[in-house]
């Protein structure tokens, strides 16, 4: 983009209509039809809720909850999950990094229970980190169609993990094992990640509707504190039709999509340009 034409569209006001963030190799843009209040706050009051006999009522006013608000709830909590997870993935660099795939051994750890099974993957993390302080990474759960639960993850700065060679191959990649001595709750494959961006797409991909709702109240994620985080701008655009005509002729633009909420009536126009 060239700096008149930041000139001519931005504004940095109380109120927003792009948001601009910053990650290692592409900006993002987020150009929204409706503005938003810098600093804005949520209008509704938080709302809790109890469970009896499999339905939830408002602790307050013991009204049942209807099904349009329990779907709007695990909408925007995946929505808000995954952009997070995206947003750590993008900001930090992944090259020669390894990627992650664990499954529990039935016989030793009840792969259905997702606590447990997130309590192992944790001293799991936690044991690696002592041993590579430098250790960055993000796990992530994957409900199956069965009800196991199982984790992926992406990971850099490990060079003292005991790796061990499995013998096979996937796609052309070597697959390796992580040494029972590290982690002996069940089975384990490690890859090299070869790209960086599809590797942050793909972790993404795992947190779907069925794990927001199996999930409910718990984290949902692990990630180190050393990961870097994004730099976020929000500007008020005033010529709408520049800032597009500036998109259709840069050829930096790598990705264009219009969302649009039928709900709320906003519509959100996504823009990635390489750095």
């Given at each position: 983009?060239?700096?008149?034409?930041?000139?001519?569209?931005?504004?940095?006001?109380?109120?927003?209509?792009?948001?601009?963030?910053?990650?290692?190799?592409?900006?993002?843009?987020?150009?929204?039809?409706?503005?938003?209040?810098?600093?804005?706050?949520?209008?509704?009051?938080?709302?809790?809720?109890?469970?009896?006999?499999?339905?939830?009522?408002?602790?307050?006013?013991?009204?049942?909850?209807?099904?349009?608000?329990?779907?709007?709830?695990?909408?925007?909590?995946?929505?808000?999950?995954?952009?997070?997870?995206?947003?750590?993935?993008?900001?930090?660099?992944?090259?020669?990094?390894?990627?992650?795939?664990?499954?529990?051994?039935?016989?030793?750890?009840?792969?259905?229970?997702?606590?447990?099974?997130?309590k192992r993957v944790y001293q799991f993390l936690k044991n690696v980190k002592r041993q590579n302080p430098e250790f960055k990474y993000i796990f992530v759960p994957e409900l199956h169609k069965s009800g196991r639960i199982h984790f992926h993850?992406?990971?850099?700065?490990?060079?003292?993990?005991?790796?061990?060679?499995?013998?096979?191959?996937?796609?052309?990649?070597?697959?390796?094992?992580?040494?029972?001595?590290?982690?002996?709750?069940?089975?384990?494959?490690?890859?090299?990640?070869?790209?960086?961006?599809?590797?942050?797409?793909?972790?993404?991909?795992?947190?779907?509707?069925?794990?927001?709702?199996?999930?409910?109240?718990?984290?949902?994620?692990?990630?180190?504190?050393?990961?870097?985080?994004?730099?976020?701008?929000?500007?008020?655009?005033?010529?709408?039709?520049?800032?597009?005509?500036?998109?259709?002729?840069?050829?930096?633009?790598?990705?264009?999509?219009?969302?649009?909420?039928?709900?709320?009536?906003?519509?959100?126009?996504?823009?990635?340009?390489?750095?």
């Amino acid at each position: 983009y060239a700096d008149e034409v930041f000139e001519a569209v931005f504004e940095t006001t109380k109120y927003y209509n792009l948001k601009h963030i910053s990650y290692s190799n592409h900006d993002e843009y987020r150009l929204y039809k409706i503005p938003f209040q810098t600093g804005q706050r949520r209008s509704s009051e938080h709302v809790e809720y109890e469970d009896v006999d499999g339905k939830q009522y408002n602790k307050k006013t013991k009204e049942e909850r209807t099904t349009e608000s329990i779907i709007h709830s695990e909408q925007t909590s995946l929505t808000r999950t995954k952009q997070k997870i995206y947003e750590y993935a993008f900001a930090n660099d992944w090259t020669n990094g390894l990627f992650f795939t664990i499954t529990f051994n039935p016989e030793l750890v009840d792969s259905f229970n997702y606590d447990e099974c997130y309590k192992r993957v944790y001293q799991f993390l936690k044991n690696v980190k002592r041993q590579n302080p430098e250790f960055k990474y993000i796990f992530v759960p994957e409900l199956h169609k069965s009800g196991r639960i199982h984790f992926h993850g992406i990971g850099t700065n490990c060079d003292k993990l005991e790796l061990k060679d499995s013998g096979k191959t996937k796609k052309g990649k070597k697959i390796y094992n992580i040494s029972s001595r590290t982690f002996k709750y069940g089975f384990t494959t490690v890859s090299k990640i070869e790209d960086t961006q599809k590797v942050s797409n793909y972790i993404t991909k795992y947190i779907t509707k069925e794990l927001i709702s199996a999930t409910k109240g718990k984290h949902r994620y692990l990630y180190s504190k050393n990961l870097e985080v994004p730099t976020i701008e929000n500007v008020m655009v005033h010529d709408k039709e520049l800032f597009m005509k500036s998109v259709e002729v840069n050829p930096k633009v790598s990705y264009q999509k219009k969302y649009v909420n039928e709900e709320t009536e906003q519509e959100i126009i996504y823009v990635h340009v390489k750095k």
